[in-house]
């Protein structure tokens, strides 16, 4: 039987107690303090870092006009739209991904441990990665159900300042003009995107601070000189490097296939490939590349910093893998 069939077998079954960091008991409270703890490290980064994503999104959508890098984009939407251009879509961009967030922080953490009372920690600490993966590819599939229709206002209200006066008025206008569809235009992209990423995020997070702990002989329940939060840090820029290389040409279609008239008149999937033919891999692999790594890098490792440090206020000790081998020492 496969890992995620025995965690499905387990899911509803009593909360058992593994040998982890922190609390052995993991249970409601705990999942939902997680939940909270994801919404909110991941309303946070992705709100403050709202004017970078304006202008990797116009970079994206019109390269030709946006050609001259990161400081040359933010120069010419300040000098054409006035600096509050800047801010465009911040309403939907915080709620989406709190949203976002509770699903997929709350999602791996219920996931991940499910896995680890399934299998034991003797197992789970051997397929640590495979874990990560299964889990955060279950958990940001669910979150981005949600997260959709709020990126197909925000991607809009970015590519065109006049298309809405907020979030509520975006919702609307896309209702009315397109209905419930309008909304999930970007589904297939936006998973495209958020899967691969959200597993390069955690897997390679996870395998970092493993490497940081080891590196400098310390572990979770014995931290080093930087702290758990330092360590946090590090993996989470690691991790938003690497995710972002990884999941940006989907990022770059997400932003096209939202831009009103891209592709066509076709279906969804027509849409893309017709985009795809104009465009181009290289420029798919490279449009907006410079500042998406910026973002994601900085918004990775605040996310894991502030999920720990919102984790620790809620009086939650965050679930870490156990090497029963250490018991041995």
Known sequence: MSIYSNLMTNTFAAPKPIATSGKKVYD??????????????CSIT???LTPVDVVKTRIQLDPAKYNTGLVGGFKTIIAEEGAGAL????????GGYFVQGWFKFGGVE???????????????WALKTPIYLGSSAMAETIADVFLCPLEAVRIRSVSDPEFCDGLADGFGKILKSEGVGGFYAGFGPILFKQVPYTMAKFAVQ???ADSIYGALNSSPSNPPAIGNLGVSLG????????????SHPADTLLSMINKAGA???GGTVSRLLNISKEVGIVKLCTNGLLPRCVMIGSLTAGQFGIFDTVMGALGASKFHFHN??????
């Not at 441990?113 to 399934?118: F, G, L, N, Q, S």
């Not at 993996?235 to 990884?246: E, L, N, R, T, Y």
């Not at 029963?324 to 020492?329: T, V």
């Open 206 to 208: 996870g395998a970092a």
């Open 235 to 246: 993996s989470g820029v690691i991790a938003g490097v690497a995710a972002a290389i990884i």
């Open 110 to 124: 219920f996931f991940k441990i499910k896995a680890v009372e399934a299998l034991g920690d003797e197992k789970a």
């Open 87 to 94: 801010l465009t879509g911040l309403g939907a961009t915080c």
């Open 28 to 41: 409601l409270e705990y999942y939902l303090k997680g939940a909270a703890a994801g919404g909110i490290c």
């Open 46 to 48: 992705h709100g403050a």
């Open 324 to 329: 029963p081998a250490d018991d041995k020492k």
């Open 263 to 265: 592709g066509g008149d």
